[in-house]
Antibody, heavy 123, light 107 residues
Framework: EVQLVQSGAEVKKPGESLKISCKGSGYNFTTYWIGWVRQMPGKGLEWMGVIYPGDFKIRYSPSFRGQVTVSADTSISTAYLQWSNLKASDTAIYYC????????????????WGKGTTVTVSS | ETVLTQSPGTLSLSPGERATLSCRASQSVSSPYLAWYQHKPGQAPRLLIYGASSRATGIPDRFSASGSGTDFTLTISRLEPEDFALYYCHQYGRSPFTFGQGTKLEI
């Protein structure tokens, strides 16, 4: 069974750094794009960015470029989303998702989602 | 970026009724690379439709979708109690990928 297992909820203070994770299993991690979607409290879904673990190519939404870093460790089939300077506005649920087709072609739908990581940033 | 506008914002129906959800894009969606997701509180979003009209694995045939260009529709033919949820359309034909703001389907 294909699964994306995300790390647990985090409570942080403004200005702190954070790295959340998403471990893929049941498929060849290096051949599918894997990425992140944000859901702020009471709001809809926002696509943040993705990485192709096969060659570490990364695509960001302009809204998130420079605000977060997407990375992956193929040795443990895990993708990451990290912040160096958290803000209260980063409070949200973050979902990891994988693309549907094992191909470096970027324009694909997302077929499997993790259950989400809740990040709370508050002083 | 491609803005997706879903209507209505909230749809109030009863089990057994037919639901029609709309998604309009600010520019033509390539190919068409348009998907629909169902999202329930506390759960991961679930892929329903991709390629504008192809049902994902395991999705009941009461879910159907159509459309091209800038106008897309998701139809649920006979609502079951478990269908009451949030529905998002999503375009993946142009970067950045974008989602609609969602339609809440409520009893």
């Amino acid at each position: 069974e294909v699964q994306l297992v995300q790390s647990g909820a985090e409570v942080k203070k403004p200005g702190e750094s954070l790295k959340i994770s998403c471990k893929g299993s049941g498929y060849n991690f290096t051949t599918y794009w894997i990425g992140w979607v944000r859901q702020m409290p009471g709001k809809g879904l926002e696509w943040m960015g993705v990485i192709y673990p096969g060659d570490f190519k990364i695509r960001y939404s302009p809204s998130f470029r420079g605000q977060v870093t997407v990375s992956a460790d193929t040795s443990i089939s895990t993708a990451y989303l990290q912040w160096s300077n958290l803000k209260a506005s980063d409070t949200a649920i973050y979902y990891c998702t994988k693309h549907a087709v094992p191909d470096p072609y970027f324009y694909q739908h997302m077929d499997v989602w993790g259950k989400g990581t809740t990040v709370t940033v508050s002083s | 970026e491609t803005v997706l506008t879903q209507s209505p914002g909230t749809l109030s129906l009863s089990p057994g009724e037919r639901a029609t959800l709309s998604c309009r894009a600010s520019q033509s969606v390539s190919s068409p690379y348009l998907a629909w997701y169902q999202h329930k509180p506390g759960q991961a979003p679930r892929l329903l439709i991709y390629g504008a009209s192809s049902r994902a694995t395991g999705i009941p045939d009461r879910f159907s979708a159509s459309g091209s260009g800038t106008d897309f529709t998701l139809t649920i033919s006979r609502l079951e109690p478990e269908d009451f949820a949030l529905y998002y359309c999503h375009q993946y034909g142009r970067s950045p990928f974008t989602f609609g703001q969602g339609t809440k389907l409520e009893i």
